[in-house]
């Protein structure tokens, strides 16, 4: 009765507007990047890094951790692995909220509109969260949250359209075959 619409019209008022995604995007000035082969997954002394140098490198970048070892840093001393080349723009873009597979395939194809002309971008990344406190994960697994609650995948994306697939999961989680 009354009850029922009285909570709908609270719901559809409150409910949907937190369900929009809330969009950032930021320019990252002179950015430190790996050298990176699509091909060489393993990476090569002084031609290319491997994956998961890449994918530390990208932890750093993502949050806004300085790439310069500076010893006077209590936050970090990382540095960008080599051989690794300096950008002078690149582009953050991050996507909070529920997002469903089909929006993530969208942005994917968007993305890869960055390798038209003028061809500028050698390579570039589209990495997926899930929530750390998500009760499931892949397959029919909970999502066992333990520690960090680690819950992503990563897409490298060539040039030539060959990519590479990074998943992170805990370690009492299932991940797909």
Known sequence: ????????????KNQIQAL????TFSTLRDLQCPVLQS?????????SCSTEELFEWLGAVLNQVSLDNKSSSFLSTYC????NTVVEKAFLCTVTGFIIPEKIIQLLEQL???????KLAYWLTLTVHGF?????????SEHGFHKGGENLYNFVIFRNLDYWLQMAVGAHDDCPP
């Open 132 to 140: 750390a406190d998500s009760p499931v994960s892949w397959r029919e």
């Open 20 to 23: 929009k995604p809330k969009i």
């Open 80 to 83: 960008c692995p080599e051989p």
């Open 112 to 118: 890869c509109c960055y390798f038209g002309e003028p």
């Open 39 to 47: 091909h060489d997954l393993q990476g090569k002394p002084e031609e």
């Open 1 to 12: 009765g009354a009850e029922g619409s009285t909570l709908m019209s609270y719901f559809s």
